[in-house]
């Protein structure tokens, strides 16, 4: 995780969706309680039942989700299908894109520039 800069790991069981493995997980239930890291497997520690989403989740309800659980990371379901990951960077990322537009289209109103 720390090699490639990542917070959390998505756990697959052949090619279903098993659950979360994210640092919080190490944190609390490897460090915490003493165990090695070596001796420990991912599925002792991993979330099994994390929160998820569907591909139709808007944005401001997986903000929501995420402050309300306190969690960074949300799975994307499709039926029982995985189809990806959200983080709270990507939120963020889109709440910082949707909002440049948002000023540009209220500078362009108020300098007379309109399309």
Known sequence: M?????????????DKFAG??????????VILKGKASRDTLVREIMS???????PDTT?????????????????????????????????VKCMIDEQKCIIEDLEHYITGHHE
Request: hydrophobic fraction near 45%; glycine fraction near 4%; charge should be negative.
């Open 59 to 91: 944005i401001d309800q997986c903000m929501a989700l995420m402050t309300e659980k306190y969690i960074r990371h949300l799975p994307v379901m499709d039926k029982q299908q995985l189809v990806g990951l959200v983080s709270i960077g990507d939120i």
């Open 20 to 29: 979360m493995f994210t640092e919080r997980d190490y944190a609390r239930k």
């Open 2 to 14: 720390v090699a490639q800069n990542v917070g959390a790991l998505i756990v697959m069981d052949h």
């Open 48 to 54: 099994e039942h994390p929160v998820v989403v569907t």
